[in-house]
């Protein structure tokens, strides 16, 4: 193999893949870049079994082959380089000679056949969005995924698309997240699990453009995202989803509205008094026009009132503050509305269309403390 | 006490003296910071009983006192209070109170007289030159002091005025970073050797500006250097520092003049074929108008030539590329002269004024490899 392209072109592809190398494995060959120049266009390729990434980077082929070096060595070594044209070449016994000015490389590679390729996808029930938008709902989700391995399922976000409707969903036990989607067309209803992994590896190669398209193809095993160059495919999690509608309420006994950015950097300042570990609530007391919120722990008190403007009855509640900044943080709105039922039901923060719904469920205080 | 000062100011302070504040310690009042409202200006102090900084911030005092506080949680509550002023008073039990706007937090403090006050230090001998200049010339020499505990000296750089040169040196066994700089006025001969952390920390405090400037005072066991309205006081290391001076020489059998970018890119891209903690050294053939640089490791191999202008012998001679990496890092100058004497003495990268010389010793190498 022999192929000359930019030291730009290859260290964008690079990273592109690198997203799913993986960090450990038992398995050498999985901790490669395949280049695959067989064909008339160059391919990386990275896979883990689980995720897979394939992307075609610009370049000139002078002589057709294929080979698997050492992701974070290629990386590195393409990284360091000289910002020029870059020639890859390999010998008979998978020697590669990476040459880019007077700089030139020699490092060992692996045989291509040894490579485990991207699953074959038969590609027809798809739906497009733009790659703002999905990198914004992963966003926006990602942070109530379990990392527990108890729940595969809580590990991963329903993807659930009904006409022209993309609901994601997480949830972790202690709270969840719902964004809605409003898409440019309607689709088959589809439910699948996908993995939070891949949520995550995929929001990082996203570009964030309004204008890119990405495509998502459903299998019943696999979901694939096509976007630029890049194709993306990865393994569902098997089984069915949480039903979380009986969860939903639209019933509350108190309603606040209260200036979001004043609310998280109160909670945020709260924190502070909380080590890591330490499960200190953060208690709320709702009153006429004012929000009070305590927090009390070894280290020290804080206290602090906001305006807001209240319906319904007077409140005291108690929260897990991390859970209440997670969501704040990703709701774009300057005032947000917060519904309640009682001290021991779950508070609601939700826009009037309901395209975000962020349930948290209240912990237990003692509120002579 | 109750005092009054603006967030920012506040912020400035804590964030200066908390570089005194030590990360392990036995006694917990060091770990505070000191608040001095006892006269007509707030004083804020750090000590950790060999590095102690001491600044003062604007402000207003309602009632004169002192009070210690936990460094870091003090820090962090300062850091996230709005941008506005704040508060701080304490009570008879050391309960202390920050208020800033609606937001109150309330923590423990410490008596201020268990506090380790920095030692009165008579000011008379002292130079001064620029912060910009003090900030470079810790950054040029302060990588080749050394970590081993062995030698308490090596720990430390050798700070020597005579008349109107300021020579810094620090050395580590393996190579010798000597700069010297031009002061203004012409000074008393003097030769202290200060811990290399508090140079490290002092030069985190440092603005680099080239106008203000900084008055340096020496005493047998101290070193203050007193900038902005910030005191910072040193122990100095005790003993007499190495005699380096029969360690130089101007001799030499090669000279070579080389473009530092391209020679400091070429060995940093060397590098990465080699494992932390491998010691592989990179191998530089020096001919007639060209310097080849070759290093070979279990990764793969790499060389590179870089065009030069050669005066003396052809040389084959090894180094372990980090120690030119540091050295060349530091160096403003787009071309640089190298001297060497043959490949078992060592390599002097050094300006025609000596105003920088760094010494680095070669390595032996298998010249078959």
């Known amino acids: 193999m022999k192929i000359i392209c930019t030291k730009s072109n290859l260290v964008k592809g690079v990273s592109i893949v690198s ?77 590669t000679l990476i040459t880019c000015e007077k700089a030139k490389f ?76 409003e898409l440019k067309e309607s689709y088959e209803p589809r439910k699948v699990v996908v993995p939070g992994k891949t949520l995550q590896e995929i929001s990082k190669i996203l570009s964030g ?25 990865s393994r569902l999690i098997e089984g069915e989803y949480f039903r979380i509608d009986q969860m939903l309420s639209n019933d509350y006994e108190t309603k606040v509205r209260i200036n979001k950015k004043e609310l998280l950097s109160c909670i945020d300042r709260a924190t502070l008094l909380v080590k890591e570990g330490d499960k200190k609530p953060i208690i709320i007391n709702i009153t006429d026009e004012s929000m009070q919120l305590k927090i009390q722990s070894q280290i020290g008190s804080m206290n602090e009132e906001i305006m807001i403007t209240k319906d319904g009855k007077d409140l005291l509640i108690g929260f897990n503050p991390k859970f209440l900044i997670d969501a704040l943080r990703v709701i774009d709105d300057e005032e947000v509305s917060l519904y309640f039922m009682n001290a021991k039901a779950p508070c609601f923060i939700k826009d009037e269309e309901q395209s975000y719904i962020y349930l948290i469920l209240p912990v237990n205080f003692n509120a002579a403390a």
């Open 19 to 95: 997203k799913a190398v993986p960090s450990k494995t038992t398995m050498p060959i999985l901790e490669c870049i395949l280049i695959d120049a067989t064909t008339d266009t160059i391919k990386l390729t990275a896979n883990d079994m689980e995720l897979g990434i394939e992307t075609t980077i610009e370049g000139t082929i002078l002589q057709k082959g294929i080979i698997a070096l050492d992701a974070k060595i290629f990386s590195e070594i393409v990284r360091k380089l000289p910002d020029n044209e870059v020639i890859i070449e390999t010998n008979s016994n998978l020697q």
């Open 106 to 181: 020699n490092i060992s590679g692996k045989s291509g056949e040894d490579f485990s390729y991207l699953p074959y996808i038969e590609k027809k029930d798809c739906i497009t969005l733009s790659e703002f938008t999905l990198k914004e709902v992963i966003r926006q989700t990602i942070f109530s995924i379990s990392d527990m391995d108890s729940n595969k399922l809580m590990s991963g976000e329903l993807f659930e698309v009904d006409q022209n409707i993309l609901k994601v969903v997480s949830l972790d036990g202690h709270r969840i997240s719902i964004r809605k989607i």
């Open 209 to 233: 453009e309004t204008e890119s398209e990405v495509t998502i193809y459903f299998t019943n095993n696999h979901i694939v995202f096509e976007f630029s160059n890049t194709v993306v495919v």
